[in-house]
C-alpha cells in the first residue's frame, strides 16, 4: 500500500488531518518491544505505508515510549507528522505529579517534549477527567500552551458527553481553545459509550473521535478463544479480563470469527473495517509488536464490508 492509498481525514471541524489507521505506543513501545531495532523497523513502515497520526502518553512504559517512538520520529520529517501525547495519571508519588492542575499539566508538557524530542505536540490529550480540579483551569492551560506554541492542539480521552459540553460552553464564555478531539474505546465489543453518549455530543461539537484498542486488546482476533496465553495483554492487566472475557463476549467472538471465515476476511481486518466505517471516527489507533502484524492491520483499508455483513456484525455485537 502506498502513501497514496492512505486516508486522511480531519479531526471532527479542526483542519488537520490525520491518517485513517495510526499507530499507538501504549503497552508495546518501551514496554513489550524492548528491541530499538524493531521499534525503527515498526514506525518506519507505518510511515512509508501512510501512517502520520502516532499517539503516545507519558504514562506509557512511564514515559519509556514516548523516549523510544520519539528516538525514529525525530528522524522523519516533522511537518509530515501528527504526534500526540497525553496528561494525566501519576508519574511519581509527588502529590502535584498528576491530574489536569495547571502546575502538573504544564511541566509534564516540558517532559514530554524532552522525552520525545521535539518541539511541540500536534495534539495533547486530557488522558482522563479530572474531578478534583475546576475544568476552567485546565482548559486554561490548554489554551496558553496553544498561545506559547508548545501544542497545536487539544483534546480528552475517555470524558463523558456532559463533560465535552461543559469544557465547551467555558471555552466559549471564556474565549479559548476547546478540545478538538476525543480518544476513546471503540470496538465490536466495546460500543455502548461511543454510540450512546459520545457521538451525538462530538457531532454537535465539532470534535473528531480518534478510538483505541478497536481489536479489543486481541480478543476479537481470536487470540482468547482458547484461554489467555502467557505474557498476552490479558494476562497482565485485571480489567481488561475482566471486561472481555465473559462467556458471552467469547461466543460472540466465536460466531464472529466465522462470519469472518465465510466472508474471506481476517478477523483482524474485518474488526477494523467496521470501526473505520463508523460515523465520526477520524482514526482508528493500531497497536503493533511486529512488521507483518502492522501489515495485517494496514489490510483492513482494502476491505470491503457487506451491507449484509454488517448488518450480521450489528445483530451479533448489539
Known amino acids: 500500500m502506498s502513501k497514496t492509498a492512505m486516508p486522511y481525514r480531519r479531526l471532527g471541524a479542526a483542519g488537520i488531518k490525520v491518517s485513517a489507521l495510526s499507530l499507538g505506543g501504549w503497552t508495546t513501545f518501551g514496554a513489550s518491544i524492548d528491541d530499538v531495532d524493531v ?116 483534546g480528552t480521552s475517555e470524558w463523558t458527553g456532559a463533560q465535552l459540553r461543559d469544557v465547551h460552553a467555558i471555552a466559549d464564555k471564556r474565549n479559548l481553545y476547546a478540545p478538538v478531539v476525543e480518544q476513546p474505546q ?11 453518549d459520545l457521538l451525538a455530543q462530538t457531532r454537535s461539537l465539532g470534535m473528531g473521535l480518534v478510538v483505541w484498542s478497536p481489536l479489543a486488546s486481541g480478543v476479537l482476533t481470536g487470540k482468547y478463544d482458547d484461554g489467555v496465553p502467557a505474557g498476552s495483554r490479558l494476562s497482565r492487566i485485571d480489567w481488561l479480563r475482566e471486561s472481555f472475557l465473559t462467556e458471552e463476549k467469547l461466543a460472540a467472538v466465536k460466531k464472529f470469527g466465522a462470519l469472518a471465515k465465510d466472508a474471506g476476511i481476517s478477523r483482524t481486518q474485518l474488526a477494523l473495517a467496521w470501526t473505520l466505517a463508523r460515523p465520526g471516527v477520524s482514526s482508528v489507533i493500531m497497536g503493533a509488536t511486529s512488521v507483518p502484524q502492522l501489515e495485517e492491520n494496514l489490510g483492513a483499508l482494502d476491505v470491503k464490508v457487506s451491507p449484509e ?3 450480521k456484525l450489528d445483530a451479533l455485537f448489539a
Open 39 to 154: 521499534a525503527a523497523r515498526i514506525l518506519r513502515t507505518a510511515f512509508e505505508k501512510g501512517v502520520n497520526f502516532f499517539d503516545i502518553a507519558d504514562v506509557y512504559a512511564k514515559g519509556e515510549s514516548e523516549k523510544q517512538m520519539g528516538a525514529v520520529l525525530r528522524q522523519l520529517p516533522r511537518h509530515e507528522l501528527v504526534i500526540s501525547s497525553k496528561v494525566y495519571w501519576p508519574m511519581s508519588e509527588d502529590p502535584n505529579d498528576q491530574g489536569l492542575s495547571r502546575k502538573h499539566i504544564i511541566e509534564s508538557v516540558e517532559k514530554s517534549l524532552r522525552r520525545i524530542g521535539t518541539d511541540y505536540l500536534d495534539v495533547y490529550f486530557c488522558h482522563r477527567f479530572d474531578e478534583n480540579v475546576r475544568v476552567e483551569e485546565t482548559a486554561r492551560a490548554m489554551d496558553d500552551l496553544i498561545h506559547h506554541g508548545k501544542i497545536l492542539y487539544w
Open 186 to 196: 471503540y470496538s465490536l465489543l466495546a460500543r455502548h459509550k461511543v454510540e450512546g
Open 309 to 311: 455483513l454488517l448488518q
